[in-house]
T-cell receptor, first 115, second 116 residues
Framework: AQSVTQLGSHVSVSEGALVLLRCNYSSSVPPYLFWYVQYPNQGLQLLLKYTSAATLVKGINGFEAEFKKSETSFHLTKPSAHMSDAAEYFCALLPPNFGNEKLTFGTGTRLTIIP | EAGVTQFPSHSVIEKGQTVTLRCDPISGHDNLYWYRRVMGKEIKFLLHFVKESKQDESGMPNNRFLAERTGGTYSTLKVQPAELEDSGVYFC??????????????FGPGTRLLVL
């Protein structure tokens, strides 16, 4: 069975500092991986996704993530945090085979930006 | 292109009552999914429709939950009778048909259900 672990349910960074949100996965086959973001009072929005092409994936709002098979990780980073990045971030896994299309989510990381 | 919409945005009901949640997927998306997030926990899969057929309902908690997708367009999720532990945020998502090389599931804003 697959699983996703997000280390740190709450992360605080200063405005302008590096954002690093951790995601590790467990899967019997290399999965597709996603980062979603939920801003206050809104739904889930796709930030970026890895689908077995380039291991470094760039997303919206300056975020990027790198798929590292050896470390089973897909950490999300942004060089310089902005106040508008305050939100909850979810890492999710999808098996790369049709017929099993349920996303498995981590527990989420709430990001706070300190002015 | 309009996104996934869900109605209502919030619902507060008493234990034992019935609630029906509605999801309208993105036009042309054959796949429709329901997920739920109970407070403080991870978002969990409930079920998956392909058009009007249930492809996978392995995540449905019990028989108090009934999902339908008549005509393969919008879907409803009915909880009857509601229990306290059913409180949470119910998300709907949709995705394009297989073979169109887009695995992304697009989510709606969710329905926040509170059972008192």
């Amino acid at each position: 069975a697959q699983s996703v672990t997000q280390l740190g349910s709450h992360v605080s960074v200063s405005e302008g500092a590096l954002v690093l949100l951790r995601c590790n996965y467990s899967s019997s086959v290399p999965p597709y991986l996603f980062w979603y973001v939920q801003y206050p009072n809104q739904g889930l929005q796709l930030l970026l996704k890895y689908t077995s092409a380039a291991t470094l994936v760039k997303g919206i709002n300056g975020f990027e993530a790198e798929f590292k098979k050896s470390e089973t990780s897909f950490h999300l980073t942004k060089p310089s945090a902005h106040m508008s990045d305050a939100a909850e971030y979810f890492c999710a896994l999808l098996p790369p085979n049709f017929g099993n299309e349920k996303l498995t989510f981590g527990t989420g990381t709430r990001l706070t930006i300190i002015p | 292109e309009a996104g996934v919409t869900q109605f209502p945005s919030h619902s507060v009901i008493e234990k034992g009552q019935t609630v029906t949640l509605r999801c309208d997927p993105i036009s042309g998306h054959d796949n429709l999914y329901w997920y739920r997030r109970v407070m403080g926990k991870e978002i969990k899969f409930l079920l998956h429709f392909v058009k009007e057929s249930k492809q996978d309902e392995s995540g449905m908690p019990n028989n108090r939950f009934l999902a339908e997708r008549t005509g393969g367009t919008y879907s409803t999720l009915k909880v009857q009778p509601a229990e306290l532990e059913d409180s949470g945020v119910y998300f709907c998502a949709s995705s394009r048909p297989p073979g169109l090389l887009d695995e992304t599931q697009y989510f709606g804003p969710g329905t926040r259900l509170l059972v008192l």
